[in-house]
């Protein structure tokens, strides 16, 4: 990790109550960390120049819910709804290695670097054996990428036929497999760029189990625990911020997903608490789990504790900037319409691209409980940046006058010149670089560097042959069947 002098950038800042201001200057990263952001800097012996001039230089975006194995379902899953995801989503147990997802949380994880991506909190659900979680994580620590990996319980099948079966909720291997990792040389040592975190849905257990549970995921040093939730109609007793309040487990180290149908008592809940959501708006919108609760003029201090994920890339953009444009427009129309069914055409849009931009950034690093490290620019944080040209048709005129509604409103991946994540960069001049290699070895009982890089081509062709393999085999699966048992497993109606 050299110097590096990023020269003569507009640089995005956040400020005051999160107020957006741009200036030109340069920034000085040392080792894994922004040392100095002025006017101009004198070039340090040794240092790497990087011209920035007709760049914007933005903090990384933050993405807090993303399940990054699943790169080889893309292409099969844009048009389903949650209930057909699910049951598609429990055949990959019967097809997906270890192997498979290592290279899925590779091409997941670079997926999300090329568009601008440093943070994720991945919820990886696809621990069906003991091993495919530490290839998962080794797909994450060779991508680069900063990650909150949530090590789940995962629902697996043990049978599909006659009637679908499951095995063991929490199996045996599953908290010492999760206790190694916290021990592992990429995870325990200061300064590392990936810590483990927990995602658990299974509240359906009784209340000692689930708090058992949480006090074991807690004594191994865990802090943030995700879990999926959005109440549908007629569900009033669905209510998961009451119950992990009522349980003790309500805190500012819980991030909630989707959160879909929420009302104004469970926002008040989470604000008490401190605890957030995470909106992904184009999955919500697509399966059925909206309206996503972001940017709601009828959900108030909803947006104080509230950030933004992509949770499918298989199904919409892995970019970030997608879910603040989609999110933000989605909250428009639906105060628009409310608007017009009053008889009133709105005079102003009920939130802004800066507000958007909040939400992806500085929000996300809230959630994570990481806002003195990530999701701004600040002397002392992690240097964690997105560098965007400004002479694409899309961003001419744009970028010159406002650079943050530039990248919300009218950026594409192809505009992310270079990304830079921990002091490092992953991107350079619009392309991926190769991804230094590391997998998790048994006979170590560790993870260990490859000493080769990997290449994009090499990933994509490892994708493929698992999304090749995974589809022969679905006609073997009656979906009608796997979907009611999806329905009943968690109480779709
Ligand atoms: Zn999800």
Known sequence: MSTKLLKGGTVILHGENDALSFTKADIL???????????????????????????????????????????????????????S?????????????????????????????DAGTTTVLDFAHMNWTKDHGKQALAGTITSGIRS????????TLKQAYPKPEITDLLPDWFMPTLEQLVQSKHIKTDDARVSMGFAFDYYFMPQDVVIDIFSKVRSLGIDIVTSHWARFPGQVDNNLPRLLKSYGLLDERIVLSHVGGATVEDVQLLNEA??????????????????????????????????????????????????????????????????LADGVVPDKVCRTAHDAY?????QGARA??????????????????????????????????????????????????????????????????????????????????????????????????????????????????????????????
């Open 29 to 83: 990263v040392e080792r894994n960390t922004i040392s100095r952001i002025e006017w101009s800097i004198t070039v340090p012996p040794g240092c790497e120049i990087i011209d920035c001039r007709d760049k914007i230089i933005s903090t990384g975006f933050v993405d807090t819910h993303h399940h990054m194995w699943e790169s080889a379902l893309k292409g099969l899953c844009e048009d389903l709804t949650c209930v």
């Open 85 to 113: 995801y699910f049951a598609q989503m429990f055949t990959a147990s019967f097809t997906f290695t270890p192997d498979d997802v290592y290279w899925g949380n590779l091409a997941g994880c670079l997926e999300a670097i």
């Open 148 to 155: 909150v990996f949530a090590f789940a319980p995962t629902v």
């Open 274 to 339: 401190k605890a957030f959501a995470s909106a992904s708006p184009s999955v919500e919108m697509t399966m059925g789990l909206g309206p996503p609760v972001c940017f709601r003029h009828d959900l108030p201090n909803m947006d104080s504790v509230c950030s933004l994920g992509v949770d499918c890339h298989h199904s919409t953009s892995g970019s970030m900037v997608n879910e603040m444009r989609v999110g933000l427009l989605s909250a428009r129309g639906a105060h628009a319409v409310q608007s």
């Open 358 to 362: 909040i939400m992806g950034t500085i």
């Open 368 to 493: 994570l409980c990481m806002e003195d490290q990530i999701g701004s620019i600040k002397v002392g944080k992690k240097a964690d940046l997105v560098i965007f040209g400004t002479d694409s048709p899309a961003m001419t005129g744009a970028a010159h006058y406002d650079p943050v509604k530039a990248i919300v409103m009218h950026s594409s991946i192809a505009d992310v010149d270079m990304v830079i994540v921990d002091g490092v960069i992953r991107k350079r001049n619009g392309k991926l670089l190769p991804a230094p290699g590391v997998i998790w070895s048994d006979s170590n009982e560790e993870f260990i560097e490859t000493g080769t890089t990997i290449s994009w081509k090499e990933i994509s062709a490892a994708v493929l042959e698992t999304q090749q393999r995974f589809v022969s085999k679905l006609p073997e699966f009656d979906m009608e069947q796997l979907k009611a048992f999806v329905r009943g497993l968690y109480n779709i109606p």
